[in-house]
Each structure stands twice: as C-alpha cells, then as structure tokens.
C-alpha cells in the first residue's frame, strides 16, 4: 500500500514538474511574442489591445438587451399599455442599435490597425533573421542545415505575430467566460460544467495533431528547399541557357513533381485524419448545447423562466461556447506556436563560431605572419593546411601558386579572418588577428575572389560597393575604371557609368560578358579607400588576352604601395611578384623569387615549362 502511494507521488510530482516546465517555457513565449507587437509598433498594438476589449464587452451587453426587449414585447401584449411599451422598445431598441453600430465601425478599424500591425511585424521579424544572419560567420554558408534553420526560422517568425494575439485572445475570452458562466451557473450549476466537459476530447485531439504536424513540417524543411531549388532552375536567368541547350527543363519538372506528390501525400492523409477526429470530437458539443435549450424551452413551458429568458440563455450558452473555443484555438495555437518560437529564439541565439574580436585597430601598412598554422573547414576532419609559415613584409607582392585544391584561396580565407585558424597563429604586426577588432581589420584588405559576385546595381553602385561611403566620388570611381579597364567597356552604353547591369529590373539595362563583369569586379577592389592589402584570386581568368597582358603590364603601377597576394595558373603571370609561395597539400614546398625558383629546378620549374612547353607546341603547330 505504502509502496503504491510513494509511486502514485512520484507520478504527480513527475507530472507537476512537466506541467510547471511547460507553463514556464509558454509564459517566456508569449512575454517574447508580446515584446516583439510591442516593439514593432507600440502604437498599433496598444490600438488593437482597445478594440479586444471592446469587443469581449458588446455580446454581453447585447445579450442583456435582447432578453429586455422580448420580456418587454410579451408583457405589453399580455397586459400592459401599448404606448409606454412601444416608448421604452424604441429606447431599448436605439440602445441595441447604437452598441452594434459603434461596435462594427470599432471592429473596421481593428482590422485595418490589425492588417498594418501585421506587416510592421512581419518586417521587425524578416530585419531580425537578417541581422542575424549577417552576424554569423562564413562557415554556416557552408552547411545545409544552416539553410534548413533559416527556411524554418522564417516559417516559424510568421507565428509569432500570431502568438501576441493569441495571449489576448486568451483575456477576451477569459473575459467572456467570467461573465457568461456565473450566469448559467445561476440557472444550473451543471449546465457550464457540462459545456466545458464536451470540450476536452476536442482539446486532446488538437494537441496532439498540432505537435505531430509541426514536427512533420521541420523534418520537410529540406525538401522544401530543394523544391524551391527547382523550380529557380526553371525559372532562373542563370540557368536560362543550360535548361535550353541541354532541354533539362522537363527533368526538373519531373524532379520537383515527385518531391510534391511526396510531401502532398503526407500532407493530405495528416490533414484528413486531423479533420476526421476534429468532426467527431465537435459532435460532442452539439449535443451538449442541444440538451441545454432543451432544458431552458422545459423551464420556459413551466413558467419558471420568461420567454425573454429564451434567448437571453441561449445566447449565454453561445457566448460560453464561443468563449470555450476562442480558448481551445488560443490554447492549440499556443502549444503549436511554443513549439516554433522556442525554436526560433534558439535560432537567435546562434553564435559566430568565430572567436570574439578584440579592439586593436591595426596599423595602415602591416607586416602579415603566417606561424605553424593548420586548418580544418568546421564540419570535416580533414587538414587543408598543415604546419604552413610564412612572412610578408610590408608592400611585398607574392604570388601563391600550386594545383587546384592546393590551400590558396584558404590561404586568403584565414587572412581575412573569415574562419578562425585551427591550430597556430596568423599574425599581422606581430600580433594575434584575433586581437583585432573585424571590421578594422577586415578594411586593411581589398580583395577580387574567384567567385566574385555580379549585382544588378548601375555600374557606378557596382564599382563603389566596396566603399559605399565614397560613391559620390567621381575623381576616384573614374581612376578605379581606368586601373581595371572598365573606361573602356563604359562609351558602349547609353547611360555610361549610370548604366544599369543586367536586365533583370530595367528593359534597358547592359548585359556583360564574363570577362566584363570580371573587369568590374577589378574595379570594385581597387575603388576601396585606405586597403593597404590586395588580394587577386585568379583576376584575370576571364579577361581576352589583350586585357589580361595590359593588366600583368601595369601590374606593379596598380599595387603600388600595397601589399598584394596574387593566385594565379597562368604561370607567366606570377614572375613580376618578388616572392612566389609554392603550394603542395595544404603546404609550402618551395619558396623565392622567380628567378631563384627556375634556377632550382624544382616543382614551379616543372610545372612553368609544362605551360611554356604547351605555348611553345601550340604556337609551333
Ligand atoms: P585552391 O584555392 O588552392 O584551389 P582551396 O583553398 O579552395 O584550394 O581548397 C583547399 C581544399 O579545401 C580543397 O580540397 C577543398 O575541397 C577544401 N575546401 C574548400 N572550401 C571548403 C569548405 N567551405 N568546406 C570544406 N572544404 C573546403
């Protein structure tokens, strides 16, 4: 017996401390929800609160009214006189209509205030996702799950619009509630009692669907987004010609279909099992509130109730039901919307696996260290660069080179601070760059990746971008046209350097060729102000030989004062740098001037002759 009644107490204290756990995280929901309606416009918000509040009032009130009148209307015509009556109907009845006429304009207005309440929110929320994503570090753009939290962040965020509401749609109802059942009470305590009974089976089966259909939504936020990837492919103007050429269009409709058909079939049987349980458990009040105007037509027939007392109590009986499922919606929203907005705070806590940055601000010409530094991308196992050393003196040109895969562009990763190292330091001055503030850090250096990103910006917004600050600088945007040989594109278009790139929002905007939007980019790097460090990443890949050879000519002239890094596989290039960095599996295998390096014989003589050697054959043939 004793054993039974300790596991019994161990149940409920098991039960209370989940229950106590789940009030708990609902409550920081909502108080989070709240702050965010509040946040977005405190003007609107304290304007729907009004409207809420006016409204739970009006039913009852009417309610009150209602049953006035129809006691009136039967006392008059049994025995009273027909002129006082019909005065005190017209009265009662300019009350009613007055109540529902100042309560409809009220409620226009609450939807109007609702609608722009809702965009404010929906874009205080979409600026948040953003703001965190710019904080988080390069790595997350790396991982797929990175793209599967943000698609569900974003699904996640529309709810908590919904959330703040929610918690005042739990006051009016509470509200209702409190008026209404005291009410019914009085008539039989029974009748409330039974009304909120038949509700539980309702609650139980929303509950539980709520938390299976939002765990069926994450898991398919992959599959979304691979839908989603689809369709762009059809619909993308980067994959325009390859969708034509290669007639790739039905495969990716066939791809996306398949992807639909399963995620429509999950979808549909959740949804109609939902549905069914949904339509059994409403019979139940039904029923319920069949018996109970059952029970009041009984009363009215044995003269304990008036025939006003008829509608009066129905419509209270209406009002609790209303109440109940104001409730029951409010109480499953709010079970579904915990679930997704403590997932979404937990998305706003994400960090920057970078370490935190200190507050040095390093000095304008630096003096770059590489110092025993090994590097594993986050998320692999594998060395990409293993136990590298190498110094840089200020105004140095080197030229990394080495076979694809080799480590250079991480090389270029670690400098910028776009990952943190693993193992070792890198150094500039003489100091950890993880002492550095970023951003100070970050504006030493201009930079040309590989994959450089073209905007469908004017081509003046194109070149400023990297120093945004300066666009109205038209002395330094014409000098950064000229050192890129963007000047000599520009006299093609109408619009020179207002011209707008790329068709994708104006009909006459220029479309460009690779090697041109290559030559913007060059553009964008050297436009940036005060960056005494100039990163090339294979600049000139793209660019016809007569650009490429006048670009390798002026070479020095154009990174004069500052530091340049320059990854290039047309090894013919490199010979103007002072210093050549040879690149072996994450690793320095040969290291001097060009001249030096020939004179050695070692992997870049090979690997020089093996170009100069196919120049020299083809030119011969
Ligand atoms: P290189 O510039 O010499 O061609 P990289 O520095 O780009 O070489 O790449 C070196 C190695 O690191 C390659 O094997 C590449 O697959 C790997 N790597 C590059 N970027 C990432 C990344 N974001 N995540 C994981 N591995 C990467």
């Keep these: 017996m004793e054993r039974k009644n300790g596991a019994a107490t161990s149940m409920f204290a098991m039960y209370t401390g989940k229950f106590i756990k789940k009030a708990l995280s609902v409550t920081k929901c909502l108080v989070f929800s709240i702050s965010v309606s509040w946040k977005a416009s405190r003007k609107h918000f304290l304007l729907r609160v009004a409207f809420e509040a006016l409204g739970t009032a009006v039913p009852v009130a009417v309610a009150f009214l209602g049953r006035d009148v129809i006691n009136l209307l039967v006392d008059t015509v049994q025995k009273g006189s027909i002129n006082e ?9 300019t009350i009613i209509l007055l109540v529902q006429f100042f309560n409809s ?13 809702k965009d404010k929110v929906s874009n205080f929320l979409n600026m948040q996702v953003l703001k965190k994503i710019s904080e988080l570090d390069i790595s997350f753009f790396d991982s797929p799950k990175f793209y599967d939290e943000i698609t569900n962040a974003r699904r996640d965020s529309q709810f908590l619009q919904s959330l703040a509401w929610i918690s005042i749609n739990i006051i009016s109802a509470a509200m209702q509630l409190f008026v209404a059942i005291p009410i019914l009470w009085r008539l039989h305590w029974v009748l409330p009692l039974v009304l909120i009974v038949s509700r539980v089976p309702a609650i139980l089966v929303e509950k539980n669907y709520t938390r299976y259909t939002y765990a069926w939504t994450r898991e398919r936020a992959p599959v979304e987004r691979k839908m989603a990837y689809l369709q762009g492919i059809a619909m993308g103007r980067a994959y325009a010609k390859d969708v034509k050429l290669f007639g790739i269009f039905n495969e990716m409709l066939d791809r996306y279909t398949v992807l639909w058909n399963q995620w429509f079939n999950e979808r549909k049987s959740i949804l109609l099992q939902r549905g069914k349980w949904a339509a059994l458990c409403s019979a139940l009040p039904q029923a319920v509130t069949a018996a109970i105007t059952f029970f009041i037509g009984v009363q009215i027939l044995y003269r304990r109730l008036t025939i006003g007392d008829y509608s009066f109590y129905t419509g209270i009986s209406g009002q609790i039901s209303n109440g109940l499922n104001s409730l029951i919606t409010a109480i499953t929203n709010i079970y579904d919307s915990e679930l997704r907005i403590t997932n979404y705070m937990k998305f706003l806590e994400w960090k920057s696996n970078l370490a935190e940055g200190g507050t040095l601000l390093p000095s304008a010409h630096p003096e770059i260290e590489f110092k025993d530094v090994s ?6 196992e594998r060395y990409v660069l293993k136990n590298l050393s190498f110094h840089i003196r200020p105004g140095e040109k080197i030229a990394l080179v080495g076979v694809n895969g080799s480590g250079k562009s991480t090389i270029v990763k670690l400098m910028l601070r776009f990952y943190d190292v693993t193992e070792g330091q890198v150094l500039v001055n003489g100091v950890d760059i993880r002492e550095y503030d970023l951003n100070g850090l970050r504006k030493l250096f201009t930079a040309v990746f590989q994959d450089y990103a073209n905007y469908a910006f004017t081509v003046r917004e194109n070149v400023t971008l990297s120093d945004f600050e300066s666009e109205k600088d038209e002395v330094r945007v014409r000098e950064a046209c000229s050192m890129s040989g963007v000047d000599r594109i520009l006299p093609k278009w109408k ?11 104006e009909e006459d905007g220029e479309e460009l060729s690779g090697g041109e939007w290559q030559k913007i980019a060059i553009a964008r790097a050297f436009f940036r102000k005060n960056s005494s460090v100039i990163i090339l990443d294979e600049p000139t890949s793209a660019l016809d030989p007569e ?47 060009y001249a030096a390096l020939m004179d050695k014989g070692g992997k870049f003589a090979y690997l020089f002759n093996l170009q100069a050697e196919k120049y020299i054959r083809k030119g011969s043939a």
């Design 85 to 93: 009556g019909m005065y005190r109907f017209m009265q009662l009845l």
């Design 105 to 117: 304009v009220f409620q226009r207005f609450n939807n109007i205030c609702a609608d722009i309440h």
């Design 375 to 380: 590097f594993i991308y986050p998320g692999t």
């Design 495 to 505: 619009k020179g350097l207002d011209s707008f790139l790329t068709k994708q929002f």
């Design 547 to 593: 650009s490429e050879h006048s670009m390798f000519l002026r070479f020095s002239e154009l990174c004069e004062g500052r530091t340049a890094f320059f990854i290039s596989h047309k090894l013919s290039s490199v010979t103007m740098a002072d210093r050549i960095l040879v690149l072996e599996g994450g690793r320095i295998v040969e290291e001097g001037s």
